[in-house]
């Protein structure tokens, strides 16, 4: 009935592993992972020096919106976006944006 800190984490990175397994995406192919990854990366930095969920969280939104929006000048390589070629340059991936929004409806949740 209860989630700590540790095992949302783990939960998150287990779902992005999922991704990484199914799709075969990798970091700069302009998808999800790309604000995923990063994202996860400051949550479990901020959990290990030691600070509350509510403000990993933060950390692990700002971290994706950074990733997220890292992708406009990508070129798609990986899903949906990929079939839209040269086209998907200056335009944020879908998948990355859409992630964002749930890491900060996760921190708000949280805050």
Not at 64 to 73: D, F, K, L, V, W
Request: hydrophobic share 50%; proline share 3%; net charge negative.
């Amino acid at each position: 009935t209860e989630l700590d800190a540790a095992g949302l984490a783990a939960a998150l990175r287990a779902g992005l592993t999922g991704v990484l397994d199914r799709g075969k995406a990798q970091l700069e192919e302009k998808t999800m992972v790309d604000a995923l990854s990063p994202a996860l990366d400051a949550l479990d930095a901020a959990l290990a020096a030691g600070q509350d969920l509510a403000r990993a969280a933060a950390q692990a939104a700002v971290a994706g919106r950074e990733g997220a929006e890292a992708t406009t000048p990508m070129l798609a390589k990986k899903g949906r976006a990929s079939y839209l070629g040269e086209r998907s340059i200056g335009h944020q991936d879908p998948g990355a944006t859409s992630s964002q929004f749930l890491l900060e409806a996760l921190a708000k949740a949280l805050a």
